[in-house]
């Protein structure tokens, strides 16, 4: 093998950045953190951070979930138990001026995660919160400090959390992803509106019931049944063994 010298190479670093999104409120919300340091100081960003010399991507990716919402990346070979989250990567974004300090390479990845609390933040950021993507995504162009214009999110961020909207949207209508963002148990109803969280829209109970329930392997009895929705006891359900949805779960054209 011929002689190898790293030095002609030029450096460059790699990064993990996430969106992390939820259903809070009947409205589909992303994790985001107020940056304290340069570049970009006070702009709000997706939770991230530098890759370790030790560790994988994935790796990487499960320990900022983890530093930033206390989540752990499920294991799909496993039982979903605990303080667990979807987690799977979206895409690779290596503009060379994607970042101002030396460039930079992001492999950013989805998580979901049921209705979560509010969110601590870690690191470099100084303030950290759930928002609307409407809102972060809107013509206004992101969000601001209390009393601010709204400012776009730090770096090449909105089109990484569009990027990561788009699959979530598409995904729910092929897989059973959308039961990621809910409790171990839970009821058509509150399924639903999971559905018209991330789509955006409204859809008809009785046909989205009719659906979910007559897809084979979508949707597995529990057993009980709860009244948290109001109203009469509603049946409970789990999520079924499914991983693809036969017919899908085709999104309203609006």
């Known amino acids: ?4 010298d790293p030095s002609t190479f030029p450096p460059f670093a790699v990064t993990v950045d996430l969106v992390v999104l939820t259903v809070r409120r009947h409205a589909l919300c992303a994790l985001v953190v107020r940056r304290g340091e340069s570049p970009f100081q006070g702009r709000w960003a ?27 990346a499920h294991d799909p070979a496993a039982p979903a138990v605990g303080n667990v989250a979807h987690l799977e990567q979206l895409a690779t974004y290596g503009d060379p001026g994607r970042d101002p300090r030396m460039r930079v390479v992001s492999v950013a990845h989805l998580a979901l995660a049921p209705d979560l609390p509010a969110p601590r933040a870690g690191g470099d950021a100084n303030s950290a919160r759930w928002a609307p993507v409407g809102d972060l995504l809107g013509p ?13 999110l730090a770096f090449d961020h909105a089109r990484i959390l569009d990027d990561g909207v788009e699959r979530a949207r598409s995904k729910i209508e092929y897989s059973s992803l959308a039961t990621a963002f809910c409790p171990p148990e839970f009821t058509v109803g509150e399924l639903r ?56 779960m085709l999104r309203p054209e609006v």
């Open 140 to 152: 206004e162009g992101g969000i601001g400090r209390d009393g601010e214009a709204p400012a776009p």
């Open 193 to 248: 509106r999971v559905y018209e969280a991330v789509w955006g829209v409204v859809l008809d109970p009785r046909n989205f019931h009719r659906k979910v329930t007559g897809t084979p392997g979508f949707l597995v009895p529990s057993g009980g049944t709860t009244t948290r929705q109001g109203g009469r006891p509603a049946q409970l359900f789990r999520a079924g063994s499914a991983t693809v949805l036969n017919p899908p």
């Open 1 to 4: 093998m011929p002689p190898y």
């Open 46 to 72: 997706l939770p991230g951070g530098f890759v370790r010399t030790d560790e994988d991507l994935g790796a990487a990716a499960a320990r900022e979930l983890a530093e930033e919402t206390g989540l752990c």
